[in-house]
């Protein structure tokens, strides 16, 4: 009788720590990954070129890829903006409605809330003092020339201002040359530019200014694989593959892709493995060298000293710029559709000639 309570007794603890067990795996399985991680396949099947998504960190990158409200459209009558104002040079395509427009998107993208028209304009709407009026004015040509000859990337989604500003005057992610660390490694040599953890290179010890290289000057070094087996075919050093590695680190985070995404890792190097991402990654890295050395480098002596780099360099753009996390900007959401006055010149066909007076109305 004893023995039997003991043994019963026994029995029920252990049910008792099954069950606790059994729950806590649950808890334990459900509790880390809620909601689930998906992957998405990208490549042919059984290649593994899969992206995960995970809803709980993409949650915060959401929160930051909505789309500001639209202000209504612009009656495309009235007379151009040139011929009422003295100091119209670049938007002179557009009409008196279309250019105010512009205006109250400029400021409700760029300029601080409490600044609103006075961040760019003095009393004096057509003077140029404000260096933030004549930034703005190229960013105009900028933004037009990305949308009209950078297709290959931008397709018909195209940016506008708030692709990159956001709100904030100068763009959340840009970056500026670094001159380098002092050295970090106790060794009496400086760090060649590597092995100081960076953010910019996702806190690795790769080369952490992976963009004056690659994202300032057309330097083919990018390709590092060599075409054939023997050594002589290729010159690229070992600090240039890191850089190019570095490169890819940051592609990959501000996207929010892994490599596969791109490419297929039994070859990193051959295009016809690579998904068709690669290629408009492609056209990115061009487009990206085109923006910084004809609008951002020459706009350097228009900028104060504050807003420069260590080396008085201007901020620059890399792909953060815009995707800010994303594998499209804002999730694909063009902005750009509901303003056409950016998307390029306008064209207005001259008005119509008024109908000559009927005969009913001519006695
Ligand atoms: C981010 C900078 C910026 C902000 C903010 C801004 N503007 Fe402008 N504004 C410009 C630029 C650049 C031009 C010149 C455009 C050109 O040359 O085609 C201009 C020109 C003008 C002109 C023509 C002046 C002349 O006589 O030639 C008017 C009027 C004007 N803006 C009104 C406004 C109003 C009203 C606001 C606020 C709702 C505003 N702007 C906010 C940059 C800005
Ligand atoms: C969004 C697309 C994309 C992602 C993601 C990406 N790459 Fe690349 N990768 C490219 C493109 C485009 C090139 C070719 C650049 C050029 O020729 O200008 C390239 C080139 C390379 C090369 C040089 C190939 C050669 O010809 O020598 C290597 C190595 C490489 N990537 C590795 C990686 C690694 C590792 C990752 C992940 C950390 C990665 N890539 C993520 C687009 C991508
Ligand atoms: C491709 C990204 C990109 C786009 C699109 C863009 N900008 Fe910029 N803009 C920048 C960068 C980068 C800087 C910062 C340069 C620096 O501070 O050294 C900047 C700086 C500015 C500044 C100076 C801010 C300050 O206070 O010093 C103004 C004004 C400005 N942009 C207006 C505009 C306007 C208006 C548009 C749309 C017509 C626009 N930008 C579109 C990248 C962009
Ligand atoms: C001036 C803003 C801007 C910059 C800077 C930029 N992109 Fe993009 N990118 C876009 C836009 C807009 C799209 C969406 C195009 C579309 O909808 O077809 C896009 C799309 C892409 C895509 C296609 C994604 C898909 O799933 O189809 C890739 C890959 C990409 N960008 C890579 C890059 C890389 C790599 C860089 C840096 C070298 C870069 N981008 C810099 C604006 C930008």
Known sequence: ?????????????????????????VC???????????????????????????????????????????????SPDGPLASTVYSNVRVLKDLNVAEFTRVMLAMTQWVAPPD???????????????????????????MVRHINTHWKDHVGKTGVTCYTCHRGNVVPQQVW?????????????????????????????SLPYDPFTHYLLTDDNTLRVISNDALPDGNRASTKSAEETYGLMIH???????????????????????????????????????????????????????????????????????????????LYGESILKDYPELAGEMHHEPPPPAPPPTASLAH
Not at 42 to 71: E, W
Not at 177 to 201: E, L
Request: net charge positive.
């Open 1 to 25: 009788m004893k023995s039997d309570t003991f043994s019963s007794t026994v029995q029920r603890a252990r049910e008792a720590g099954l069950v606790i067990a059994a729950f806590g795996m």
């Open 28 to 74: 334990a399985i459900s509790g880390c990954e809620r909601p689930p991680v998906e992957s998405l396949q990208g490549g042919y099947r059984g290649l593994a070129m899969t992206t995960l998504i995970n809803p709980r960190s993409d949650a915060a990158i959401a929160a930051k890829n909505q789309v500001p409200a639209v202000i209504p459209a612009a």
């Open 115 to 141: 600044q609103s028209c006075s961040y760019c304009h003095t009393s004096d709407m057509s003077s140029d003092d404000k260096y933030t009026k004549v930034v703005a004015r190229r960013m105009i040509q």
């Open 176 to 204: 500026f040359t670094d001159p380098g660390r002092s050295n970090t490694s106790g060794f009496i040599a400086g760090n060649a530019g590597q092995n100081a953890p960076a953010k910019s290179v996702g806190i690795t």
């Open 251 to 329: 592609i990959s985070e501000a996207l929010g892709v892994n490599c596969t995404y791109c490419h297929n890792t039994r070859s990193f190097a051959a295009w016809d493995a690579s998904t068709p991402k690669r290629t408009t990654a492609y056209y990115g890295i061009r487009m990206v060298r085109d923006i910084n050395t004809d609008y951002l480098v020459p706009l350097t002596p228009t900028f104060p000293a504050h807003r420069l780099g260590i080396l008085g360099d201007v901020g620059k753009v890399n792909c953060a710029t815009c995707h800010q996390g994303v594998f499209k900007p």
